[in-house]
């Protein structure tokens, strides 16, 4: 009678562990596709753009862009890629017609599953290049009115930017990615440089939550 009050008492506690424990999520990509994204003024021009699925379980829960970047051995960034709706309010079609469009930046916990948006301030999601380091995020914003250009570095977790220089005016060229280059990253210390255009190129230091113009006398102090 006590060994099998035991073992009904080890089945309990088994089961309650299995039922206390956290289930694994299975976080993955799906194969690359090709489709067409349309720029330009008059939204004529085709460009290829290559996307593909991203899966939580086999579920499929976004559409995405580019090379993730590793934030933590659990948490990595990656950009999103959506269908909009261009179907006419007097276009008369059974199926909607679908556009292709580059939308912001997804971060993913691949112990959780969970997905969220990050909200990047200034950044244009016809014009901005995120250039990504540790968890920091570099790029040029755009002001609301298409006027101004910024130097911004944000930081993951934290509303505001830990940097926000005015670069000067924007080109309002009409190819997307055109305001300026992705920015370069280098370690040791961390800085990130901004470079508009062949006359301009500005070096901040980014230290914790802060960031700070590098002079020229600490140009060259930078190892990688």
């Known amino acids: 009678m006590r060994d099998s009050l035991c073992v009904f008492l ?34 004529d021009k085709a460009l290829d753009l290559k996307v593909r699925p991203l899966y939580v379980d086999s579920r499929l829960k976004e559409f995405t862009l580019g090379t993730p970047h590793d934030v933590t051995d659990r948490l990595f960034v990656v950009r999103r890629a959506f269908r909009l709706n261009d179907t006419l309010p007097e276009e008369t079609i059974s199926m909607p017609r679908w556009r292709w469009e580059r939308g912001g930046w997804l971060l993913v916990d691949q112990v959780t599953g969970h997905i969220s948006q990050i909200n990047l301030p200034e950044f244009d999601l016809y014009y901005s290049v995120a250039s990504w380091y540790r968890d920091y ?22 509303r ?59 140009e060259g102090e930078g190892t990688e």
């Open 10 to 43: 080890a089945y309990l506690l088994l089961a309650a562990t299995a039922l206390g424990a956290p289930r694994p999520h299975v976080v993955s990509f799906g194969k690359w596709t090709s489709v067409k994204w349309f720029v330009g003024p008059g939204e």
């Open 137 to 158: 995020v570099a790029y040029c914003g755009v002001s609301d009115d298409g006027k101004k250009v910024y130097a911004i570095v944000a930081q993951l977790d934290r």
């Open 160 to 218: 505001k930017p830990l940097l926000k220089r005015a670069l000067g005016e924007a080109s309002g060229d009409d190819m997307p990615d055109s305001e300026c280059p992705a920015p370069i990253w280098q370690r040791q210390p961390a800085r990130v440089t901004f470079e508009p255009d062949e006359d301009k190129k500005l070096t901040f230091s980014v230290r914790g939550h802060a960031a700070d113009v590098v002079s020229s006398e600490e």
